[in-house]
């Protein structure tokens, strides 16, 4: 690892614990992961060498993170479509009426909660068509590469021609949710409920911000592992 010159994604795709350090800089590293550390840092007051050097003292560590960058890749596919899809497929309606019972009862005194309501509606329904073209186009094509690979077999092409042409409509729709979650967190002064705050403000918030996170690595898993794996796959299975 060259933390001089590596891409961001890639930092995190060998080491995911360096995600934490990221975020807690304020780095995208998922949807902008094709920067070097220097390139993110630039124009923002940040010390460089901190960050290099709290990466860095993670290799002395014990545990790691699971390595998702050895994974083969239609065990990857089944691992985001198991977890990171079903879990937003079960927080999005329980987000959704928390945000509504917000809305209702502290609207009036807090009228950016319906902001985020219109932003969170946004993002759950876009997100399921997303997650649909995955599970039914994109996702079916790279695991019928694997096996395709695995038999030695020729690859039939595609009926959307090369499999960059849905990694790159499934990117920018990455780069829109992620824009998305990032307003919320503005609006929600980094999921910090409001002094005069009750119980249900604090679980929504909190759980906006799981699911802040899980997106990230949801993200972070398809554009900077899976994805540049299946078109390198693609071009092997072409040559």
């Not at 961001?8 to 934490?20: E, H, K």
């Not at 039914?136 to 038999?151: C, D, E, G, S, W």
Request: a negative charge.
């Amino acid at each position: 690892m060259n933390l001089k010159t590596d891409f961001i994604g890639d930092i995190v795709a060998q080491d995911f614990r360096a995600a934490a350090i990221f975020k807690k800089n304020g780095i995208d590293f998922c949807c902008k992961g094709g920067r070097t550390i220097d390139e993110a840092c630039e124009n923002k007051n940040l010390n460089t060498q901190q960050i290099y050097s709290d990466i860095e003292a993670l290799s002395s560590n014990e545990g790691g993170s699971i390595d998702f960058n050895s994974w083969p890749l239609d065990l990857l596919v089944d691992y985001v479509e198991k977890t990171h899809h079903r879990y937003v497929e079960e927080k999005t309606p329980i987000l959704q009426a928390f945000l509504d019972k917000l809305c209702k009862v502290h609207g009036a005194g807090h009228p950016k909660l319906f902001e985020v309501k219109a932003l969170f509606d946004g993002s759950a329904h876009d997100l399921s068509a997303h997650m649909k073209k995955e599970e039914l186009i994109l996702f079916p094509f790279i695991k019928q590469m694997v096996k395709t690979k695995i038999a030695g077999e020729a690859l039939a092409t595609p009926a959307f021609g090369t499999v960059e042409n849905p990694v790159n409509m499934m990117k920018h729709e990455h780069t829109a949710e992620g824009e998305r979650l990032r307003s919320i967190a503005a609006l929600t002064n980094e999921y910090t409920p409001p002094a005069d705050g009750c119980n249900t403000f604090r679980v929504t918030y909190a759980m906006l911000e799981d699911f802040e996170n899980d997106l990230h690595m949801h993200i972070h898993l398809e554009n900077n592992i899976l994805f540049p794996k299946a078109i390198d796959l693609e071009q092997e299975l072409t040559v």
